[in-house]
């Protein structure tokens, strides 16, 4: 997978302009979103992963295969984040849902190991008012012993409200998942 950084756009006058599809990225802070996107596009530092929750502040944009776009957002629900940031945040990233005609698919992440918190429920909403296609990631699977996670999954499906087959277990420090991943975003982005 050939996997380049375009831009760290502030404002819609700097989203690329070259119509390519896109897959956007969401989930809360830390849930491993930057970490997601290194995973399956098999870089280690395309995005940046960081210790401290709210390291993705602007919307970045990565050109695959120079067929469409991966674009990682900032994650929702950091309360440390000042009011003031986190409302910018929140309008700069509600223009581009709304406004955004390239959009071609959102992969939501939630934390394998929790049930989803009305932060998720709430973005899941979101998205579906907005007519998205949307598939879920359940991250850090990893740390889910292997005879509960077919029990996580299910419960994230339930809470959520979406087939138990949308979700999709990943783990990006053991790689896996991910074929699975792309092959439905693939679907998507086709046109
Ligand atoms: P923000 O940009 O701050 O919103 O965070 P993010 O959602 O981009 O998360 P990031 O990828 O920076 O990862 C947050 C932390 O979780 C880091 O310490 C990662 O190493 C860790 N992490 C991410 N994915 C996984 C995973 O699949 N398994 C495990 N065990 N840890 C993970
Ligand atoms: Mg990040």
């Known amino acids: 997978m050939k996997a380049e950084f375009v831009i760290s756009a502030v404002k819609p006058e700097q989203w690329p302009q070259e119509g390519l599809p ?23 530092k395309l995005a940046y992963v960081g210790n ?30 000042s009011k003031k940031m986190l ?3 929140g309008r700069m990233m509600d223009t581009y849902f709304q406004q955004r005609q390239e959009i071609a698919c959102v992969v939501q992440l939630v934390d ?44 994230i499906s339930q809470i959520l409200h979406i087939p138990v087959k949308s979700v999709y277990p990943v783990s990006s420090t053991e790689k896996t998942g991910f074929e699975e991943v792309r092959n439905r975003i693939d679907t998507f982005i086709q046109r």
């Open 22 to 44: 896109e897959t956007v990225v969401v989930g809360r802070s830390n849930v491993g979103k930057s970490s997601f996107i290194n995973a399956l596009t098999e870089r280690k």
């Open 112 to 155: 394998a190991r929790h049930d989803p918190t009305q932060d998720d429920i709430d973005m899941m909403e979101y998205l579906q008012a907005l007519h998205l296609p949307i598939l879920v990631a359940a991250t850090k699977v990893d740390k889910v012993p292997k005879t509960k996670r077919v029990r996580a999954i299910k419960n």
């Open 52 to 81: 401290t929750p709210g390291k993705t502040r602007l919307i970045n944009f990565f050109r695959i295969d120079e067929r469409w776009m991966l674009v990682d957002v900032p994650g929702y629900g950091y309360a440390k984040m």
């Open 87 to 89: 409302m910018e945040m």
